[in-house]
C-alpha cells in the first residue's frame, strides 16, 4: 500500500524492500565477496531490548595443554572441565533522510522504486562496507595481533602473499580466502605474473559461471575505497592489503519498526518530498569483545566502534582470520 510519493512517484515500501533486496552492485565488491556469516541468534539474543549481546564459545581440546593420562592401572582417569569464553557485541543503529529535490532528476517514471533503491541501497552498503574495513584496522590494532601487521619492506613480491600468511596464522595459513587490495597493487602483482584467473559459480550474485582474479589461491577484490592511507603531507602515504578468512565478520539485521518512511512538508521550499531510512545491523568481527563501557550512547558511533581500545581479543589469535599487509608507496612505481 502507497504511503505517500517521493519526487512525485507514489511509494511503496513493499515495493521498495524488494527491490533494494534484489539490487546487486559490484563497486561494494568488499561486501559482496562473501566474508559476512550470517548469525541469526544474535537478532534473537536482542529480541527482548537492549543493544548489547553476548555469545558464548568452547576453547579446543588441546592435549598439548592437556595431555592425556597414562592408563597403568593405578592412576584415576580424572575428568577436565571444558574451557570456554564469551565476546559480546552490540547494535548498530542509523539513519539517513533525503529530499526529492536532489534525486528527481535521477527517478525515471517507468520504474521509480527501483531507481529509488538503487540510489539507497548502495548507498547503505557503501556505509556498511566503510565501516567493516575501519573495524578491521581497529581489531589489526590491538597489540595481541600484531603479527597480522606485515609492512611490505621491498614492496611486491612473490614471497610477499605467502610471508604475510604464514605470519599471521602459522599452520592455520590456509584460513584466508580473500585477498583485497589496490589497484596500484595489483597492477603491480600483474607486472610479476602472479594473477590467475579461476573460474566460480556465485549463486547469490550472478546465477553463472564468472573468472575471477586469483593470486597464491586466494580470491582478489580489487577496491581502491578504504586501501589507502595518505597519512598527511609529512608521512609516507602507504597502501593496505588486507587478508580476510570465510567468516571473519559475523552480520545480522534486527527489525526495525519504520525503515522507511516518507513525508511531505509544504513549507519546506514550496512544498518538499523526504524520504525517511532507519538501519539496524550487527556488525561484529569474530573473535574479539566489544566494550560497551567505551561508548557514550546506546548505540556507538563510527569513531567509537572503531576505536581498538573498545575491542578485547577473545579468540586465540590463530583463529582471527583477518591481517593486513601495509605496502609504502614509494615500493611502488
Known amino acids: 500500500m502507497p504511503t505517500g510519493t517521493f519526487g512525485g512517484f507514489p511509494f511503496d515500501p513493499e515495493v521498495y524492500g524488494s527491490f533494494v533486496d534484489q539490487e546487486a552492485t559490484f563497486t561494494d565488491n568488499i561486501i559482496a565477496s562473501g566474508i559476512l556469516a550470517s548469525d541469526p541468534r544474535m537478532t534473537a539474543i536482542l529480541d527482548n531490548g537492549g543493544t548489547v549481546g553476548t555469545t558464548r564459545f568452547y576453547n579446543p581440546l588441546d592435549p598439548a595443554t592437556d595431555a592425556p593420562l597414562v592408563r597403568n592401572g593405578s592412576n584415576n582417569n580424572t575428568p577436565t572441565e571444558i574451557s570456554g569464553g564469551k565476546q559480546s557485541f552490540i547494535r ?8 526529492a529535490n536532489q534525486l528527481v532528476r535521477e527517478l525515471t517514471a517507468a520504474d521509480p522504486m527501483a531507481a529509488i533503491a538503487r540510489k539507497t541501497s548502495l548507498y547503505w552498503r557503501m556505509y556498511w562496507q566503510d565501516l567493516l574495513v575501519s573495524t578491521t584496522d581497529a581489531v589489526l590494532g590491538l597489540t595481541k595481533l600484531s603479527s597480522h601487521v606485515i609492512t611490505a619492506t621491498n614492496g611486491v613480491t ?28 595489483f597492477a603491480a602483482y600483474q607486472k610479476l605474473g602472479l594473477v590467475n584467473y579461476n573460474k566460480y559459480t556465485i549463486t547469490n550474485v550472478l546465477a553463472r559461471e564468472v573468472e575471477l582474479p586469483t593470486i597464491n589461491g586466494l580470491i582478489v577484490v580489487v577496491n581502491d575505497r ?55 545491523v550487527i556488525l561484529h568481527p569474530n573473535g574479539v569483545s566489544f566494550k560497551a563501557d567505551g561508548i557514550a550512547g546506546e548505540t556507538p558511533t563510527d569513531a567509537e566502534f572503531t576505536k581498538s581500545a573498545n575491542w578485547d581479543l577473545r579468540f586465540d589469535p590463530k583463529n582471527v582470520r583477518m591481517a593486513v599487509i601495509k605496502v609504502p608507496a614509494a615500493q611502488l612505481t
Open 226 to 280: 578504504g586501501t589507502y592511507n595518505a597519512k598527511g603531507a609529512d608521512s609516507n602515504p602507504e597502501y593496505k592489503c588486507y587478508l580476510l578468512g570465510q567468516g571473519c565478520f559475523l552480520q545480522a539485521t534486527p527489525s526495525t519498526s519504520t525503515p522507511d518512511y516518507t513525508d511531505y512538508n509544504p513549507e519546506l521550499g514550496g512544498g518538499t518530498d523526504i524520504l525517511y531510512n532507519t538501519r539496524s
Open 92 to 99: 548498530l543503529d542509523r539513519m539517513k533522510a533525503w529530499k
Open 158 to 185: 612473490g614471497e610477499l602473499l605467502i610471508d604475510g600468511q604464514q605470519a599471521a596464522l602459522g599452520d592455520f595459513a590456509n584460513r584466508f580466502g580473500l585477498y583485497i587490495i589496490h589497484s596500484k597493487v
